[in-house]
């Protein structure tokens, strides 16, 4: 058995995972503000991506501020999203508000490929060596870059939801709009600003992948494949979307690894995350740390 590539995948895995762990998040904020599962998720990775590739290959500016102008258009990009598509469904029932997401990920897929094209664009150069060498294995300058910035993003979501008023006032959304609202938070300021930091954050992983994979429209499949990970953590824990990026990261490269050695199946890599999926609904359907709900008749 080839040890050196399975520790290979297994790092491989752990950074990937934590890159899936914080768009994980990003689909549990919006689910613990406003009760929405958000099916346009992965088109956030690829509206950053693209804008960002746009921003840099336009106006030749340097990676850092063209990455931030891409961050800022992300806020802007979400608050107006909430503003003008999700606020008039405010009131209607959960599964027609599940439905817009899904139509807006169609919509926002076909406005990407009018504007780009079909095909995979390579981003222009942003490190000047496009591997480093840790405990002995290469790994991409982007996946180090975007495992430093999950771990800070993490520990500024650990922060900003336990002492900043906007994290206390969204938890306290979460856990009861009606008290939230009779304590005098604004509920529409607490959408939008989770619709923005999710925007942001998911714009984030975007451009890592499209760094690393080059930018096209198979990019947004990247939020279909956070999904178990959020779902296996529980959807509506933070701790848990953190912990299920992990293992659906590094489980998927082990899937890999057994395929590539043993079963030969040349897929398992993919669909290893949804064999979980299934598997994680029928033994504990509210995940590792989900909230289970109780009703009493």
Request: hydrophobic share 60%.
């Amino acid at each position: 058995m080839n040890y050196e590539l399975l520790f290979q995948l297994v790092v491989n895995g752990i950074i990937i995972g934590t890159l899936y762990g914080v768009v994980a998040m990003c689909f549990t904020l919006i689910y613990k503000s406003t009760q929405i599962v958000n099916f346009a998720q992965g088109e956030f990775l690829l509206i950053g991506a693209w804008v960002c590739w746009w921003i840099l290959g336009e106006f030749q500016i340097p990676f850092f501020f063209g990455f931030l102008l891409c961050l800022a258009f992300m806020m802007v990009f979400g608050i107006l999203l909430q503003v003008v598509v999700l606020k008039p469904m405010i009131g209607e029932p959960i599964i027609s508000v599940i439905m817009v997401t899904i139509g807006l990920s169609i919509f926002f897929q076909a406005v990407m490929k009018w504007m780009f094209g079909v095909f995979v664009k390579p981003f222009p150069q942003v490190f000047e060596v496009e591997s480093m060498n840790v405990l002995g294995l290469q790994v991409q300058t982007a996946y180090i870059m975007s495992f430093i910035i999950s771990i800070v993003i993490m520990i500024a979501f650990a922060w900003f939801f336990k002492y900043s008023r906007m994290g206390l006032a969204m938890r306290a959304t979460a856990f009861n709009q009606q008290v939230a609202q009779s304590l005098g938070i604004s509920i529409k300021q607490v959408f939008a600003m989770s619709w923005a930091i999710s925007a942001m954050v998911s714009a984030l992983a975007g451009v890592v992948v499209g760094i690393v994979n080059g930018v096209s429209s198979s990019l947004s499949f990247f939020g279909i494949k956070v999904f178990p990970a959020v779902i296996l953590g529980g959807l509506d824990s933070i701790i848990g979307a953190i912990l299920g990026g992990l293992i659906i990261g590094v489980m998927e490269n082990l899937a890999q690894y057994v395929d590539s050695e043993l079963l030969h199946l040349n897929n398992l890599y993919a669909v290893a995350p949804f064999y979980l999926l299934v598997i994680i609904l029928m033994i504990k359907p509210y995940g590792l740390f989900g909230t289970k709900d109780i009703e009493r008749v």
